[in-house]
């Protein structure tokens, strides 16, 4: 099991910043992909970014050169960086890694974006 706790969400106006925070614990090796989807209302989850094994990105379209994820491995948290926030992007943003084939989702944590 591995078990997902995100942090970090928040109200914040259009051209703002965040960072959200997504802390890992439970059996973590063989995690082969970890990274964040995120939610908005009527609309399916979607990619935001994602380390996709082997030290590689991968960014969806909308956040290319506004979002950035990262990882601290001695503390078992990826982290997204928010920049120039826009009200598009309001939404609950998850944390979710895949160990072997198996999902795991966190809580989840509103970001809302005004204009």
């Known amino acids: 099991q591995v078990q997902l706790v995100e942090s970090g969400g928040g109200l914040v106006q259009a051209g703002g910043s965040l960072r959200l925070s997504c802390a890992a614990s439970?059996?973590?090796?063989?995690?082969?992909?970890m990274g964040w989807y995120r939610q908005a209302p009527g609309k399916q989850r979607e990619l935001v970014a994602e380390f996709t094994g082997g030290g590689t990105t991968t960014y969806a379209d909308p956040v290319k050169g506004r979002f950035t994820i990262s990882r601290d491995n001695a503390k078992n948290t990826v982290y997204l960086q928010m920049n120039s926030l826009k009200p598009e992007d309001t939404a609950v943003y998850y944390c979710?890694?895949?160990?072997?084939?198996?999902?795991?989702w966190g809580q989840g944590t509103q970001v809302t974006v005004s204009s």
């Open positions: 979710k890694a895949r160990r072997v084939s198996t999902d795991y």
């Open positions: 439970g059996i973590m090796f063989r995690i082969n992909r």
